[in-house]
Structure formats: structure tokens, C-alpha cells
């Protein structure tokens, strides 16, 4: 039976063997959920990069730049880490290049992995599905908060781990204790994320319909995934 081990943030997955292992990269409020909603939307593909300075340079490209840092749009670029930004019907077909604070890092670091794709409440049950029918050993990546564990990962990480556990065995201790908080709380996540960092520190920005948006569960039948250091669907 293969398992299922969750890293809770970026700086851990040293610790784990990414070889013949699908990846899975959650970055609940916002990215990957602003990439699963881009890509059911029409969007073509989404490079993901580190720096600012990478992302504007594919502007004179030809792609669409997005950059956040700390929650907010960076000035001179063309999109913001709201997924409502990447539902604009002038973006379908288009290619984006995009730099978060945690999210962007975490999917690059996974590169090495037998597969990568894109998880979010968003797609949930495309992910699982997906899961599954491959049958390999799965690490859940928790994007977490530069280097902190973050309660939101935590909880899809659990919601996975979940979905399959009739099928897929608890790797590590993490995976348990993200599966435990999921149990717990999936009735009332909005309510339970209310206390949390990172939902106040968004919160102060007066972006609760994007933290709302992206709490809902599989409402789109999508599943990015990493191919040549490119998002595509």
C-alpha cells in the first residue's frame, strides 16, 4: 500500500526522498488556489519563478506578470494574488509568469519529484482522484508562512490524507496530525481559521471573499500539474 507523508513547511522537505514521489504543493490562501482557478478558467500555462526581478523580465516575453509579497500586489505588475483576478476572461489563452511569498518556492523545491501538481480545497477531489489511480507514494508540501507552519495547508493536507485513508497508509506524524485537525474542524473552517495568522493578517487587508472563495470544496475538475518547470492543466 503505498503512503501518504506531509511536510508542514518548505524548510523540512530536505528531510524527505523526493525520488519516484508525487508532490503535492498547497498553498491554500492564495496561490495554489489562484492556479487551479487560472487553469479552469482558461488560462494556457503558469511559469512559476522566485524573484521579482524574474518575473517582470518574461513580461517583455510576451507572458502576463503576477507578483504578491506579504499579501499585496507588487507595483508594475499586471496581476495580484486574488483568484478572482485570474477569472478575467481576457486571460484565457494566455501564459503568466508568477512570484509569491511561499508558494511559487515551494513548487520549485519539488521539481525533482516523479510528479507535481497543484492542490487546493478548489480541486480537491480532482487531486485525490488523481492520487489514487497512480498509486505511488505521496508527500503533502505545506507552503506554510516564510518557513512557519500555517493552519490552512495544514488542514487540505488533512482533508487528503482524509479522502484516502482506506487506501493509502500514514506515512509520518505529520500526516496524522493534519488528518486529525481536518477531522476536527472540517465542519467549521472558516470559523477555526478565523484565529490564525495568516487569515488575520489578509483579513487586514479586506480580503475575506478571496479566504470565503477559497475554502470551498471541489468545485473545479482541474488538476495542474508541474511539466518542464511549467503549470499547465
Same mark, same amino acid.
Given at each position: 500500500?503505498?503512503?501518504?507523508?506531509?511536510?508542514?513547511?518548505?524548510?523540512?522537505?530536505?528531510?524527505?526522498?523526493?525520488?519516484? !514521489?508525487?508532490?503535492?504543493?498547497?498553498?491554500?490562501?492564495?496561490?495554489?488556489?489562484?492556479?487551479?482557478?487560472?487553469?479552469?478558467? /482558461?488560462?494556457?500555462?503558469?511559469?512559476?519563478?522566485?524573484?521579482?526581478?524574474?518575473?517582470?523580465?518574461?513580461?517583455?516575453? /510576451?507572458?502576463?506578470?503576477?507578483?504578491?509579497?506579504?499579501?499585496?500586489?507588487?507595483?508594475?505588475?499586471?496581476?495580484?494574488?486574488?483568484?478572482?483576478?485570474?477569472? +478575467?476572461?481576457?486571460?484565457?489563452? !494566455?501564459?503568466?509568469?508568477?512570484?509569491?511569498?511561499?508558494?511559487?518556492?515551494?513548487?520549485?523545491?519539488?521539481?525533482?519529484?516523479?510528479?507535481?501538481?497543484?492542490?487546493?480545497?478548489?480541486?480537491?477531489?480532482?487531486?485525490?482522484?488523481?492520487?489514487?489511480?497512480?498509486?505511488?507514494?505521496?508527500?503533502?508540501?505545506?507552503?506554510?508562512?516564510?518557513?512557519?507552519?500555517?493552519?490552512?495547508?495544514?488542514?487540505?493536507?488533512?482533508?487528503?490524507?482524509?479522502?484516502?485513508? +482506506?487506501?493509502?497508509?500514514? /506515512?509520518?506524524?505529520?500526516?496524522?496530525?493534519?488528518?486529525?485537525?481536518?477531522?476536527?474542524?472540517? /465542519?467549521?473552517?472558516?470559523?477555526?481559521?478565523?484565529?490564525?495568522?495568516?487569515?488575520?493578517?489578509?483579513?487586514?487587508?479586506?480580503?475575506?471573499? +478571496?479566504?470565503?472563495?477559497?475554502?470551498?470544496?471541489?468545485?473545479?475538475?482541474?488538476?495542474?500539474?508541474?511539466?518542464?518547470?511549467?503549470?499547465?492543466?
Amino acid at each position: 500500500m503505498p503512503k501518504i507523508d506531509v511536510c508542514l513547511t518548505p524548510e523540512l522537505l530536505p528531510l524527505f526522498q523526493l525520488d519516484g !514521489k508525487i508532490v503535492v504543493v498547497i498553498d491554500i490562501l492564495r496561490a495554489t488556489s489562484c492556479m487551479v482557478t487560472g487553469l479552469a478558467h /482558461g488560462i494556457s500555462e503558469i511559469l512559476p519563478v522566485a524573484t521579482l526581478e524574474e518575473s517582470a523580465s518574461y513580461g517583455q516575453k /510576451g507572458y502576463i506578470t503576477a507578483a504578491e509579497r506579504n499579501g499585496l500586489k507588487m507595483e508594475g505588475f499586471d496581476l495580484d494574488n486574488s483568484p478572482f483576478s485570474y477569472m +478575467d476572461p481576457v486571460l484565457q489563452g !494566455k501564459k503568466i509568469c508568477v512570484t509569491t511569498t511561499n508558494g511559487t518556492k515551494a513548487i520549485i523545491l519539488s521539481a525533482k519529484a516523479r510528479k507535481v501538481v497543484i492542490g487546493s480545497f478548489l480541486n480537491l477531489k480532482s487531486v485525490c482522484d488523481y492520487l489514487y489511480i497512480r498509486g505511488l507514494d505521496v508527500i503533502l508540501l505545506c507552503a506554510g508562512w516564510k518557513g512557519q507552519v500555517n493552519s490552512e495547508d495544514t488542514l487540505f493536507a488533512g482533508a487528503i490524507t482524509a479522502y484516502l485513508k +482506506d487506501s493509502f497508509q500514514i /506515512g509520518n506524524d505529520s500526516a496524522l496530525i493534519s488528518r486529525d485537525l481536518y477531522e476536527l474542524h472540517k /465542519g467549521r473552517m472558516f470559523e477555526y481559521l478565523k484565529d490564525t495568522s495568516h487569515f488575520q493578517r489578509l483579513n487586514r487587508l479586506n480580503i475575506q471573499k +478571496d479566504i470565503e472563495f477559497c475554502l470551498q470544496n471541489s468545485i473545479y475538475d482541474c488538476l495542474p500539474r508541474l511539466e518542464n518547470n511549467v503549470i499547465i492543466s
